[in-house]
Nanobody
Framework: QVQLVESGGGSVQPGGSLRLSCVVSGVSLDDWGIGWFHQPPGQDREGIACIRRSGTTFYDDSVKGRFTISRDNAKNTVYLEMKNLKPSDTGGYYC??????????????????WGPGTQVTVSS
């Protein structure tokens, strides 16, 4: 019954910006954390940002200062603002449902439900 659906991916030049969305249904974001994961082509999926039930956030060093995670609990939607994009940011982006623990970080085992992903391509 839990569903997560990403949108907002596309193609952009280096230095450009995108805004990804993750719409969550079946649960309330008042009770869960949400993470964003990046999977470069041919590589493993890695966590890049999360927002906890409390609203606090945590970022991987690779995106700190460039990406911002936020949410609108009334819309059950989580956003990822991506700025100063680099070619290494290319790949699939996935949102995932995490625990209510206020120390939620970016390990995949902390998450139990995943969206199908949206593609981002950063190239000249």
């Amino acid at each position: 019954q839990v569903q997560l659906v990403e949108s907002g991916g596309g193609s952009v030049q280096p230095g450009g910006s995108l805004r990804l969305s993750c719409v969550v249904s079946g649960v309330s974001l008042d009770d869960w954390g949400i993470g964003w994961f990046h999977q470069p082509p041919g590589q493993d999926r890695e966590g890049i940002a999360c927002i906890r039930r409390s609203g606090t956030t945590f970022y991987d060093d690779s995106v700190k200062g460039r990406f911002t995670i936020s949410r609108d609990n009334a819309k059950n939607t989580v956003y990822l603002e991506m700025k100063n994009l680099k070619p290494s940011d290319t790949g699939g982006y996935y949102c995932a449902l995490g625990s209510a623990w206020d120390g939620l970080e970016l390990q995949p085992y902390e998450y139990e439900s995943w969206g199908p992903g949206t593609q981002v391509t950063v190239s000249s």
